[in-house]
């Protein structure tokens, strides 16, 4: 189910006005720019950019995408989503699955958490990942309650769907209207986890129970329409990582400003779908605005493994570069892109363009090979809705520059750098 934040509407932030893509379509193309005197050049376009309707900036920059009040008092700025629930319902597995890159089936030998696992990550944005051990009664006035809400970003519950669920709803309710009168703006996030061990009518009627029972009882105490969001997940198929990304994006500021270029590049592009990906967690920070549906982030998804599976094999390290004015510059060499065809439904196209590129000064616990890849990168990953998009090549690279320029703009590396330096 969809999360019930309040959205501003996409046409209220576009940063790159309509008119800075270039259509491929020739109704629609404004040819004085596809002249070759005109040189499609992304510079001449981003000149323009001080002209184009930037984000309003508040002198405190809000952190949370939460449509609320961050409930940060103090702390070190880094949101924290806590995976809380039963005993063995799953909460080690889809932190290790999902950020560790642990094989679903590796995670049998999972031991029982005893203590809260407190995990950094380092991506696109910096997070937490709080594990909690399921036993844990986290109103006892020997805990802190305070330390562990008060920077919160989302409260990940994790209910077994295949596990007789009462009390799982129970102490979920009981912690929802805890947390109501000193953090009333914490999303809550339900995960009726190990879906795939049941039949589509089995699920479908277990899931609906859930949100049933949660909404009856929270209304039963007075709490009419709580913040709360539920997902159907499990860790042996792309469902998590669904889950997750919509959880992450509501932490994202930014979202309905990537959105709305995302819309614009499609439009222009004759683009069926368009997403944002970071390439190793496999989460999507933003896809347009048109209907999301499972089988296409599968597609890019199991696309993501191929490319880092060649890269692994052809890849090199590329060193920093600095840019025309002496800056670090975001990328290595030339931003690394792909295009590959598949047979579904006819001839589709899938292309990939690397985005921008940050380093990982992550030390994984765990020293996992794969956490602890120094080059990391947001991917911009399109579903090409055309025939033959190869032809239109130039044009769609073109416009994907504009693209990758603006998001420049809204994740500035200078501030990126600064909050770094302020974390450290
Ligand atoms: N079928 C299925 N099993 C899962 C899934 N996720 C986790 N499991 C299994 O559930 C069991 C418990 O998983 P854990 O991750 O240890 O559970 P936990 O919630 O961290 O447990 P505690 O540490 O005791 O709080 C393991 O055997 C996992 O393999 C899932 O999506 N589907």
């Known amino acids: 189910m969809e999360s019930t934040q309040p959205r501003l509407s996409a046409s209220q932030h576009s940063l790159v006005p309509e008119s800075q893509f270039v259509y491929e379509d020739s109704s629609q193309a404004d040819h004085s720019r596809l002249k070759p005197g005109a040189q499609l050049t992304l510079m001449r376009y981003l000149q323009d950019l001080p002209d184009a309707e930037v984000p309003h900036t508040d002198p405190v920059p809000p952190r949370f995408h939460t449509g609320r009040l961050p409930n940060s008092k103090a702390g070190d700025g880094k949101p924290r989503l806590l995976l809380m629930g039963q005993r063995r319902s799953g909460k080690s597995s889809i932190s290790s699955v999902v950020f560790h890159k642990l094989p679903p089936s590796e995670t049998l030998y999972l031991e029982t958490t005893t203590r809260i696992k407190k995990e950094s990550m380092h991506s696109f944005m910096d997070f937490q990942v709080w594990d909690f051990p399921g036993h844990l009664d986290y109103f006892d006035p ?14 990940i519950w994790v209910i077994d769907a295949q596990d007789e669920y009462l009390e799982a709803i129970m102490r979920l309710n009981t912690t929802i209207l805890n947390l109501q009168h000193s953090y009333p703006n914490i999303n809550v996030e339900v995960f009726v986890h190990k879906v795939d061990g049941l039949s589509e009518d089995y699920k479908g009627d277990t899931f609906r129970d859930i949100i049933q029972r949660v909404q009856d009882e929270l209304s039963d105490h007075g709490y009419e329409n709580a913040p709360v969001s539920f997902y159907q997940t499990s860790i042996y198929d792309h469902s998590i990582f669904e889950a997750f990304s919509k959880v992450i994006q509501k932490l994202i500021p930014q979202l309905p400003t990537l959105e709305a270029l995302l819309n614009s590049l499609c439009s222009t592009c004759h683009i069926e779908k368009a997403y944002l990906f970071d390439i190793m967690s496999k989460i999507y920070i933003a896809t347009d605005t048109s209907p999301t549906d499972i ?14 599976d060649v890269s692994e094999i052809y890849g090199w390290p590329r060193g920093e570069q600095n840019g ?17 065809t598949m047979e579904r439904k006819g001839n589709n196209y899938l292309y990939l363009r690397e985005i921008n590129k940050y380093v990982n000064p992550r030390e994984c616990p765990r020293e996992c090979k794969w956490c602890q890849r120094p080059d990391r990168y947001l991917a911009l990953i399109c579903l090409m809705g ?3 998009p190869a032809e239109k090549k130039a044009v769609i690279d073109y416009n994907v520059g504009v693209f990758q320029a603006a998001l420049k703009q809204v994740f500035p590396r200078a501030e990126r750098d600064a909050v770094e330096a302020q974390t450290a």
């Open 142 to 155: 020997a805990f802190d309650v305070d330390n562990i809400f008060e920077e919160i970003g989302a409260l």
């Open 295 to 308: 089988g296409s982030y599968e597609i890019c998804s199991d696309y993501i493994d191929v490319v880092i």
């Open 324 to 340: 025309d004015d002496g800056s670090p510059a975001e990328t290595g060499n030339n931003d690394a892109e792909s295009l590959i």
């Open 386 to 388: 055309d025939d033959s």
